[in-house]
């Protein structure tokens, strides 16, 4: 342990990187209950570097005095204190802990914006819920991305018109993903305004959102997407075939057997896998013969996966859903 007389010394020493070794070593000292005093202490220091090195040992510290102190560092003139002030505040776990950063929510700068929307994010408080829609037409893409993941966290049905637009029109193709896998909350309401957002989504230039999409299906658990599912079978990306491959066997849609049998022979062995998966989850018959070839794959986790999916096919399950 680190005694702290000593650190009380260093953290007031001329020499900036004698502060900042302090700062490191006092979560290590001997008296825990003189370590988040000092760290805020240490939030106000003329180094850069010292804040920073503060700001991040408080990560974990949600008294009131800390967050006082800290929420302000928003706004540091430093980039890199501000991002560390942004990670620390993004791993707050208490919903009471959003109050000194509702302010932020509306500000100005882009930058401030964007972190204090991504700090409340899975605190999950209404009152971040309109900044969080107002700033979903905002002209910098980092507060849209932003402002999607807190949308998505809080899960009201009054957001799903606005997601489905972003999800379809973003000029950001993160955003646009984003958007698309927060619609999963969607529930009762996919099949009325959800499920044609993802419909779109599949045909999306950028191969991530068409991911995205694939596996934001099975999230809704309706069937009425399984013919958009099965047509992604054939995307060109196999990274967008594993995920539809996946939403089919979660869904138990055998209209998509037939497509997830041809998977079994492309040349991926990721997707190879996630068919023979879906094929057991399905329980298809038609799909007996085929898995039956698989297990003589050369992948042996495919063979091991195809036995296994034999396995369950033979045991009682209920049937599986068509659409």
């Not at 009054?158 to 698309?180: K, N, S, Y």
């Given at each position: 342990?680190?005694?702290?007389?000593?650190?009380?010394?260093?953290?007031?020493?001329?020499?900036?990187?004698?502060?900042?070794?302090?700062?490191?070593?006092?979560?290590?000292?001997?008296?825990?209950?003189?370590?988040?005093?000092?760290?805020?202490?240490?939030?106000?220091?003329?180094?850069?570097?010292?804040?920073?090195?503060?700001?991040?040992?408080?990560?974990?510290?949600?008294?009131?005095?800390?967050?006082?102190?800290?929420?302000?560092?928003?706004?540091?003139?430093?980039?890199?204190?501000?991002?560390?002030?942004?990670?620390?505040?993004?791993?707050?776990?208490?919903?009471?802990?959003?109050?000194?950063?509702?302010?932020?929510?509306?500000?100005?700068?882009?930058?401030?914006?964007?972190?204090?929307?991504?700090?409340?994010?899975?605190?999950?408080?209404?009152?971040?819920?309109?900044?969080?829609?107002?700033?979903?037409?905002?002209?910098?893409?980092?507060?849209?991305?932003?402002?999607?993941?807190?949308?998505?966290?809080?899960?009201?049905?009054?957001?799903?018109?606005?997601?489905?637009?972003?999800?379809?029109?973003?000029?950001?193709?993160?955003?646009?993903?984003?958007?698309?896998?927060?619609?999963?909350?969607?529930?009762?309401?996919?099949?009325?305004?959800?499920?044609?957002?993802?419909?779109?989504?599949?045909?999306?230039?950028?191969?991530?959102?068409?991911?995205?999409?694939?596996?934001?299906?099975?999230?809704?658990?309706?069937?009425?997407?399984?013919?958009?599912?099965?047509?992604?079978?054939?995307?060109?990306?196999?990274?967008?075939?594993?995920?539809?491959?996946?939403?089919?066997?979660?869904?138990?849609?055998?209209?998509?057997?037939?497509?997830?049998?041809?998977?079994?022979?492309?040349?991926?062995?990721?997707?190879?896998?996630?068919?023979?998966?879906?094929?057991?989850?399905?329980?298809?018959?038609?799909?007996?013969?085929?898995?039956?070839?698989?297990?003589?794959?050369?992948?042996?986790?495919?063979?091991?996966?195809?036995?296994?999916?034999?396995?369950?096919m033979q045991m009682p399950k209920p049937a599986g859903k068509g659409v």
């Amino acid at each position: 342990m680190v005694a702290v007389a000593s650190i009380h010394d260093r953290l007031r020493n001329p020499d900036a990187g004698v502060r900042r070794i302090a700062v490191i070593d006092l979560p290590y000292s001997d008296e825990e209950d003189d370590v988040a005093p000092l760290l805020v202490e240490a939030l106000a220091d003329a180094d850069a570097s010292v804040r920073l090195e503060a700001a991040k040992a408080l990560e974990g510290f949600e008294e009131p005095e800390v967050l006082d102190a800290l929420v302000p560092l928003l706004k540091d003139p430093d980039a890199a204190v501000r991002d560390a002030v942004a990670y620390t505040l993004a791993e707050l776990k208490e919903a009471a802990s959003a109050t000194p950063i509702l302010p932020y929510l509306l500000d100005a700068d882009a930058s401030v914006r964007a972190a204090a929307l991504h700090a409340v994010r899975a605190l999950r408080v209404d009152a971040a819920f309109e900044p969080a829609l107002q700033s979903l037409a905002h002209p910098d893409a980092s507060v849209r991305r932003a402002a999607v993941g807190v949308l998505g966290y809080l899960k009201k049905p009054q957001a799903l018109g606005a997601l489905t637009e972003i999800a379809a029109h973003d000029a950001d193709p993160e955003v646009r993903r984003i958007a698309v896998g927060a619609l999963s909350y969607a529930g009762d309401n996919a099949d009325v305004s959800v499920l044609p957002a993802l419909g779109r989504a599949l045909a999306d230039p950028v191969w991530q959102v068409r991911e995205e999409a694939a596996t934001t299906y099975a999230k809704t658990n309706s069937l009425l997407g399984v013919p958009n599912l099965v047509r992604a079978m054939d995307d060109e990306y196999w990274q967008v075939r594993v995920k539809a491959a996946r939403s089919l066997g979660k869904l138990k849609a055998r209209d998509g057997v037939l497509a997830l049998i041809e998977a079994l022979l492309h040349p991926v062995s990721n997707l190879r896998k996630e068919a023979v998966i879906a094929l057991g989850e399905i329980g298809d018959p038609r799909a007996i013969t085929p898995l039956e070839r698989s297990m003589q794959d050369p992948d042996p986790d495919v063979r091991k996966l195809s036995k296994l999916a034999l396995t369950s096919m033979q045991m009682p399950k209920p049937a599986g859903k068509g659409v």
